[in-house]
């Protein structure tokens, strides 16, 4: 079946911007979460989504970075003003579940987003 | 805290030979998640490998092989008879009662033909 996707795959954007970057997760997947991976780096968590839930939000960078999601599918992560040090990979990932059995909880990852920001 | 360390930052092997990367974990919880993932230079995060903290048995799934250790709390990847198609950052990964995923930094493998 159809994995993960993201688009756009590369965004360019000038500071100041705001931006949107869209995720749609694997068929029946409940749960989805982004993430941010700046070059070289390990990944950092910003949010989760259980169906069209958040309940944290704790993880976003800063109040210029919002997410929604709709329908139980897919998922925008949109960022205003950009800055440069918004420029990253986002990754988004889904779940079967959000909490485990069997593995339900196992994170798929989509091929990511590339944000520069000029 | 929950915390995990990949203290090889890179490691370099020649072909055929065989490779460990090491991974330790930090968490207060008695019941947690193992992951590793292997991100190629195409990007993508590729799941290897989930392991529950209440199974310790060690997994082997063709030159792929988990050794997790409670004891020190590790969670070590081994690869053996490696293949330039090995090259790649591999990421170990943790989950307990949160629902975020806690990184390592990832090891850069590179396997030199």
């Known amino acids: 079946g159809a994995g993960v996707s993201q688009s756009p795959s590369n965004k360019v954007t000038e500071k100041g911007k705001d931006v949107e970057l869209r995720c749609d997760p694997i068929s029946g997947h409940t749960a989805l979460y982004w993430y941010r991976q700046s070059l070289g780096q390990g990944l950092e968590f910003l949010i989760y989504f259980q169906g069209n839930s958040a309940p944290d939000k704790s993880g976003l960078p800063s109040d210029r970075f919002s997410a929604e999601r709709t329908g139980g599918s897919v998922s925008t992560l949109t960022i205003q003003r950009t800055q440069q040090e918004d420029s990253a990979v986002y990754l988004c990932?889904?779940?079967?579940?959000?909490?485990?059995?069997?593995?339900?909880?196992?994170?798929?990852f989509g091929p990511g987003t590339r944000l520069t920001v000029l | 805290a929950q915390k995990v360390t990949q203290a090889q930052t890179e490691i370099s092997v020649v072909e055929k030979e065989d490779v460990t990367l090491d991974c330790v974990y930090e968490?207060?919880?008695?019941?947690?998640?193992l992951f590793w993932y292997k991100q190629p230079p195409s990007g993508e995060l590729v799941f290897l490998i989930r392991?529950?903290?209440?199974d310790e048995q060690n997994e082997i799934s063709g030159r792929y092989s988990w050794n997790f250790q409670k004891s020190t709390s590790s969670f070590n990847f081994t690869i053996t008879a490696s293949q330039v198609v090995d090259s790649a950052v591999y990421f170990c990964?943790?989950?307990?009662?949160?629902?975020?995923?806690?990184w390592g930094a990832g090891t850069k493998l590179i396997i030199k033909p």
């Open positions: 990932a889904s779940s079967l579940a959000l909490v485990s059995g069997r593995g339900t909880d196992t994170q798929y």
């Open positions: 990964a943790l989950r307990d009662s949160n629902y975020q995923l806690i």
């Open positions: 392991r529950n903290s209440f």
């Open positions: 968490t207060r919880d008695t019941t947690y998640y």
